[in-house]
């Protein structure tokens, strides 16, 4: 069996013009195959690859004028989508799958089938979503009246709320067989779980939280400051994104684990792929900034009282929740606690992947969300 090496990568990477799927240097054909995106397109300890998929049309919804939580108001808002499968006669397999931080569903839509990935479009209608400040629905990078740091901080609650206003107004769906999301995509879900607990029958948050722990606030505020202490930033109002290279090292040291870094990599790899970063921006600083900020005040508990007893009390759905042991992105206790307020199965991965255990274990992960999907 053939084993690929780095100019096998670097050549499909080039040839598709961005990359599909991140894989482990020296992985094997047969399991690339089954490898599915989880938003790794900018971390250095994998390298990328290519895989066809039949691309659907980017779509947009209008919102118009979308109230926030906050009281502020994002102006003509639109809401990138894209639609999988067939919705069946009864208007009961609608999945939707949120994007993961920074993400969008030009990337998500690696993550499903047909036959493999998270998510199967051939049993299911599968609506990738994304999430405002992403670049690509209403964000600090794109809005004519509320440009860069002139857009309004946002929350997770807000990303879900104008989701449902897709979900209902735009596609006019009375109810969801599932929301089913990775990373900021699972801290979605927990907070699709409480704002709208009898949409939905089922719920998958994988490597989610419903309330960032400690150690994860203290990582993305990190993130935060690595662009606002940037003198190229210059209080967003930059003409050039920024060079992000500090923020490319905290990823490389939190995303997967010492072990698997050392295992993938040698001295010389290190400060090649350091080198690479300084001039390499895959996103808009101010959307980062956006997003990370509605992380870090995501607490499903907030309209609640702040008791997650309470908050669980509301969840309507089935929920299997997906945990990775040695995530340092998005650490596991959190989830692993809600997940028994809500006496709610739990995979717990063991990779040394870290916060990317779901592509190491893609077969595994897979196939249980199916399975819990048709239960």
Not at 280 to 301: P, W
Not at 317 to 345: G, S
Request: include cysteine.
């Amino acid at each position: 069996m053939r084993r690929l090496d780095e100019a096998d990568v670097r050549q499909s990477a080039e040839l598709h013009g961005k990359a599909a799927c991140c894989i482990p240097e020296g992985d094997t054909i047969p399991r690339i195959m089954r490898l599915r995106s989880r938003g790794c397109l900018f971390i250095g300890s994998w390298l990328f690859f290519s895989i066809p998929v039949l691309a659907q049309e980017q779509k947009f919804a209008s919102l118009g004028e979308f109230k926030l939580e906050s009281g502020e108001v994002i102006h003509d808002c639109r809401v990138g989508y894209r639609t999988f499968g067939k919705l069946n006669a009864h208007g009961s397999n609608a999945i939707l799958f949120p994007t993961w931080a920074n993400g969008t569903t030009d990337q998500l839509q690696h993550s499903i089938g047909p036959h493999t990935g998270v998510v199967d479009y051939a049993d299911y209608f599968v609506i990738l979503i994304d999430a405002l400040a992403n670049g690509v629905s209403s964000s600090p990078s794109n809005s004519a009246a509320q440009p860069r740091m002139k857009f309004p901080k946002i929350t997770v609650r807000d990303m879900v709320n104008s989701q449902y206003q897709v979900a209902t107004g735009t596609l006019g769906l009375k109810h969801l067989k599932a929301v089913v999301g990775t990373s900021m995509g699972g801290m979605q879900t927990f907070q699709w779980m409480v704002s709208y607990p009898e949409f939905m029958d089922k719920a998958v948050p994988i490597v989610g939280s419903p309330r960032l722990a400690p150690y994860d606030l203290l990582h993305w505020r990190a993130e935060i400051d690595a662009i606002e202490t940037n003198p190229a930033w210059n209080h967003g109002d930059y003409t050039e994104n920024p060079s992000r290279l500090l923020e490319f090292e905290y990823g490389e040291m939190l995303l997967s684990t010492p072990t698997q870094y050392n295992r993938t990599h040698t001295g010389e790899q290190v400060f090649e792929s350091l080198a690479k970063a300084k001039d390499a921006v895959t996103t808009d600083a101010n959307n980062k900034i956006r997003q990370v900020e509605a992380m870090m005040g995501l607490d499903v508990s907030d309209h609640f009282g702040g008791s997650m007893e309470r908050a669980a009390a509301s969840v309507e759905a089935k929920v299997f929740v997906i945990v990775d042991t040695y995530d340092h992105v998005v650490t596991p206790e959190p989830a692993r606690k809600f997940a028994a307020l809500l006496q709610a199965p739990i995979l717990e991965l063991d990779s040394d992947c870290g916060h990317l255990g779901p592509s190491c274990e893609d077969v595994k992960v897979s196939a249980a969300v199916a399975a819990f999907l048709q239960k």
